[in-house]
């Protein structure tokens, strides 16, 4: 099973703090089933901003430290990319990473925006048009989500997909995110679920959160596909079908 939105690399964003946060993380992922991690690191412009060969070269080392701790836990690369103008030029100029370097990039809005940003759509487009396919990150956390659900359907009908965090069902982004989330699996509105981990709270919640989501679900085909199928197809670079809501069709 593979968590494609983590903040597992320390010393880099607001994650995890040292090695030993990292190690702490990655043994409670392997518990639950995890044997692949992608670091999300935020790359936010002016502000996160992430030395490339850094970056990768921290990978490197914490892969070898998970070896030397008998972890069996890969970790790929990844950015979460903080809304921003030409993602396609920063991808190009190997400023951020894409998932595992496939066609996927996971994309954070703002989160108390109370409508969606005007350029969203044209820079989403732009990602495409260059043969990328925007994640977006945890939009039951977005106000604008829970202002106008129905921005959520235009979304996934413009080939966005839509990743949420497994904690929200839990109320862990308070009642708001819950309600979305909720709304969400029940009109097959998540095409992948992710632990958004910054330390290891998720994990002991996690058992607890699962079940719910299995519940409202309802569906163990659309569970199998959005907790291994999809997340699998990301690393290996395969395109995902998309399906579209049930309230659209
Ligand atoms: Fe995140």
């Known amino acids: ?17 040292d090695i030993n946060a990292s190690l702490d993380m990655a043994k409670k992922a392997e518990k639950l089933g995890y044997d692949g991690i992608f670091t999300t690191s935020h790359y936010i412009i002016h502000d996160n901003e992430i030395e490339n060969k850094t970056f990768i070269n921290n990978i490197k080392k914490l892969n070898e430290m998970f070896e030397i701790e008998n972890i069996n836990v890969k970790v790929y690369e990844g950015n979460e990319i903080f809304f921003t103008n030409d993602i396609v030029k920063l991808i190009k100029e190997k400023k951020v990473s894409t998932l595992a370097n496939s066609r996927y990039v996971l994309v954070e809005l703002p989160l108390f925006n109370s409508i969606i940003p005007m350029n969203v759509y044209d820079e989403f487009n732009k990602l495409q048009d260059a043969g990328f396919t925007p994640i977006l990150a945890h939009p039951e ?17 413009s080939g966005i997909l839509l990743q949420s965090n497994i904690g929200s069902i839990t109320g862990k982004y308070g009642k708001d995110a819950k309600k979305n989330i ?25 058992d607890k959160a699962i079940k719910k989501i299995k519940k409202v679900i309802n569906d163990d085909d659309i569970y199998e596909k959005i907790i291994y199928e999809n997340p699998q197809k990301v690393l290996s670079n395969e395109e995902i079908n998309i399906w579209y809501p049930k309230s659209s069709k």
């Open 182 to 206: 909720e709304k969400m699996l029940k009109n097959n509105m998540v095409h992948f679920l992710a632990t958004d981990s910054h330390n290891n709270t998720v994990y002991d919640v996690y």
């Open 141 to 157: 956390r977005y106000d604008f989500v829970t202002k106008n659900f129905k921005s959520l359907i235009n979304l996934i009908e």
């Open 1 to 17: 099973m593979l968590d494609i939105h983590c903040h597992i690399l320390p010393y880099t964003d607001d994650g995890a703090t």
